[in-house]
């Protein structure tokens, strides 16, 4: 009798421990669903060419009143010329937050900052950076993003960030 009590709690431990193994993977699969946080090296789609991309970023409170939302466009081109990167950027006026902003290369593998604007508050718009790369990158095509921070009302920054993948063009 006593066999067959170790032999159910066990069995019970065992499907607890796969539900709760099932449950966390189908979550963290919804997140990156949802977020786009995921950890893929895919590039943006090269059909986004110069066209604007309007993209809700993620609702930070229970009431809804706290919301942040960014425009951008999915390629950047740098003129090692001029040491500009050209882009757009846009944190509308409608947002609530304020945004850091970092545009990395993708080079073999390693990620290279090569602009970065401290704060756009809601409104702001931003088509240049100074090009200022961490370290030298060849003329080329490269995958890249922007790493956004978001900070509240307060200048607090938030504890959600993203990065929204893209195509980098160095000249």
């Known amino acids: ?5 170790a032999v159910k709690l ?8 796969f539900s709760a193994t099932v449950l966390a993977m189908a979550g963290a699969f919804l997140y990156e669903k949802i977020t786009g946080n995921g950890n893929s090296n895919k590039p943006a789609e090269s059909s986004a060419g110069s066209q604007n991309k309007s993209e809700p970023s993620p609702n930070y409170t229970n009431d ?3 919301t942040a939302s960014i425009e951008y466009s999915g390629n950047a081109t ?6 500009i990167v050209s882009f757009h ?4 006026s409608k947002s609530k937050k304020s945004i850091s902003l970092k545009i990395v290369a993708i080079v073999n593998g390693e ?6 604007k401290d704060r756009l508050a809601p409104g702001d718009l931003v088509k240049e950076l ?3 790369p961490e370290k030298e990158i060849e003329k080329g095509n490269y995958d890249g993003k922007y790493v956004l921070h978001f900070y509240n009302e307060a200048g607090e920054e938030e504890i959600v960030n993203s990065e ?3 195509n980098i063009r160095v000249n």
Do not use: C, D, W
Not at 1 to 5: D, F, I, L, R
Not at 78 to 83: A, D, K, L, Q, R
Not at 111 to 116: A, L, M, Q, T
């Open 1 to 5: 009798m006593q066999n067959n009590k």
């Open 10 to 17: 066990i069995v019970i431990f065992f499907v607890t421990a």
């Open 64 to 66: 809804g009143s706290s």
């Open 78 to 83: 740098v003129n090692t010329t001029e040491n």
């Open 89 to 92: 950027f846009k944190n509308p």
């Open 111 to 116: 990620e290279i900052v090569i602009g970065k």
């Open 130 to 132: 100074p090009y200022q």
């Open 164 to 166: 929204v993948l893209i």
